[in-house]
T-cell receptor, first 111, second 120 residues
């Protein structure tokens, strides 16, 4: 079973639309990291959240951490073709140094 | 460019052969991680180093896998007697971390472009 569940697994949206990706942990989150990956390439760090209720934004991407629910969401406003890719949440679940990742959400933006 | 560098980007090998991958971390980073990613899945942790010490190894890392980080700089991951099930993307990441309690301090990991291994 996955310690981190992402939903949806894939998402197709029209350019200009808003969208949300969710990441839920079965264990206490000590740190939640969002990454973006283009097919066949490495992961690009987007944002890190540590405290319950924390919210961070970068350009049109906003991430929130609901510590009580052990859940994080990534919201993209007015999506653009450059947002297409695979979004991965990673978490420091055990207070250890390694990250556990969700299975990823594949985002496609249609013009 | 001072990001994490991995070499080679692609490796095709025959079953039973040995392969070695190299990772050069961001220069001031003391931690180095290896992950494996298969199609449609998120990366899975393999092992990590703090400086030259290998501090943790996953159960995924069978006896055929060995990793080193001599002098706390670059790292190599070797797979002996490769099997078709070893086909995957091997990702390296580095970070600057300090020993702290759970939830304390940042440990942002920066990833390389990966080495894609195909075992025929």
């Amino acid at each position: 079973s996955q310690e981190l569940e992402q939903s949806p697994q894939s998402l197709i949206v029209q350019e200009g639309k808003n969208l949300t990706i969710n990441c839920t942990s079965s264990k206490t989150l000590y740190g939640l990291y969002w990454y973006k990956q283009k097919y066949g390439e490495g992961l690009i760090f987007l944002m890190m959240l540590q405290k319950g209720g924390e919210e961070k934004s970068h350009e049109k991407i906003t991430a929130k951490l609901d510590e009580k629910k052990q859940q994080s969401s990534l919201h993209i406003t007015a999506s653009q073709p450059s947002h297409a890719g695979i979004y991965l949440c990673g978490a420091d679940i055990q207070g250890a140094q390694k990250l556990v990742f969700g299975q990823g959400t594949r985002l496609t933006i249609n013009p | 460019d001072t990001g994490v560098s991995q070499d080679p980007r692609h490796k095709i090998t025959k079953r039973g052969q040995n392969v070695t991958f190299r990772c050069d971390p961001i220069s001031e980073h003391n931690r180095l991680y290896w992950y494996r990613q298969t199609l449609g899945q998120g990366p899975e942790f393999l092992t990590y180093f703090q400086n030259e010490a290998q501090l943790e190894k996953s159960r995924l890392l069978s006896d055929r896998f060995s990793a080193e980080r001599p002098k706390g700089s670059f790292s190599t991951l070797e797979i002996q007697r490769t099997e078709q099930g070893d086909s995957a993307m091997y990702l390296c990441a580095s970070s600057f971390g300090v020993m702290a309690g759970p939830g304390q301090g940042k440990n942002i990991q920066y990833f390389g472009a990966g080495t894609r291994l195909s075992v025929l």
